[in-house]
């Protein structure tokens, strides 16, 4: 069966009585070169261990079985339970769970699944849910690569180097855990229903040595959250906001302590940036 084959989904789809959600975000691929291409690019092979989630009807799950040792797909919509059972009969070295990725102990599952494999993690994650679930996938720690299909906008922030319109709070988040390559774009009629924006495939490797010293990771968060949260004023006021035990003063010459201005905006630091200030602040909080 042709997975992206429209005619063949719809008379599957049919057949199974499916009715596509725009609650879950479903959009199922109609080209068939991309699953192909994502599977390729992610650098899966006989070696590793794929997890994927939200499999759909499962052309991107039909590809991971043809390059990996073994699959897992998790899948939170189980009404697609008999199509996915019709779609991936004979993929014996595939295991389908049903259930909530944001629920799944993904640590514990990649131990116990791919045991001596290198594992690897594939998504076409639907836009609504698309941080919680990176986030998830990423501060596992679990996976060589991240390998996502994402809105445009968002892989594009997710990329964005520091001083960029698209830089935020998650691109550092990212960047933080990986190191991300925009593969290539997905357009909207490349899918049915056809979603109004075009989509993008992101690799993220993750890494093996963090980018500088950073002696409290939830205090750096919290750092980068704080400059974040008011973009259009200076970072002394976003971190005053943020941390009430310093006062505005204090900030300031935390920032000079850091060899930056105090009328600098969050915007523009790197990570190395805002590990300074976290690792100062550390310090001062003893």
Do not use: W
Request: proline share 6%; net charge negative; charged share 20%.
């Amino acid at each position: 069966m042709d997975l992206c084959n429209i005619n063949e989904i719809k008379a599957l789809l049919e057949r199974h009585g499916f009715h596509f959600s725009k609650a879950k975000g479903q959009n199922f691929l109609t080209d068939a070169s991309v699953p192909r291409r994502i599977a390729e690019e992610a650098g899966i092979d006989e070696s590793c261990g794929a997890l994927e989630v939200g499999p759909g009807i499962g052309p991107l799950t039909q590809q991971l079985c043809l390059h990996a040792k073994k699959v897992v797909a998790v899948e939170v919509d189980r009404t697609l339970q008999p199509v996915l059972a019709e779609t991936m009969a004979g993929n014996e070295n595939l295991e389908i769970i049903f259930g909530d990725i944001l629920k799944t102990d993904i640590q514990k599952l990649v131990t116990e699944e791919f045991a001596g494999l290198r594992p690897m993690a594939c998504a076409n994650l639907p836009y609504y849910i698309t941080t919680p679930v990176l986030a998830a996938l990423l501060e596992s720690r679990c996976f060589e690569a991240v390998t996502v299909m994402v809105q445009k906008e968002v892989a594009q922030r997710i990329c964005s180097p520091a001083g960029k319109g698209d830089y935020g709070a998650f691109s550092v988040f990212c960047q933080y855990y990986a190191e991300p390559e925009l593969l290539f774009d997905v357009p909207p009629h490349c899918f049915i229903p056809q979603p109004k924006v075009t989509s993008s495939v992101l690799k993220l490797t993750m890494r093996k040595a963090p980018v500088c010293e950073i002696k409290n990771e939830e205090l750096f968060f919290r750092v980068v959250r704080a400059s974040f949260a008011q973009r259009r004023k200076t970072l002394v006021n976003g971190l005053s906001a943020g941390f009430g035990e310093f006062s505005k003063d204090q900030i300031a010459q935390i920032l000079t302590d850091c060899g930056l201005c105090p009328t600098v905006r969050g915007e523009t630091l790197d990570i190395p940036g805002f590990a300074s200030i976290a690792n100062r602040m550390a310090e001062l909080l003893g």
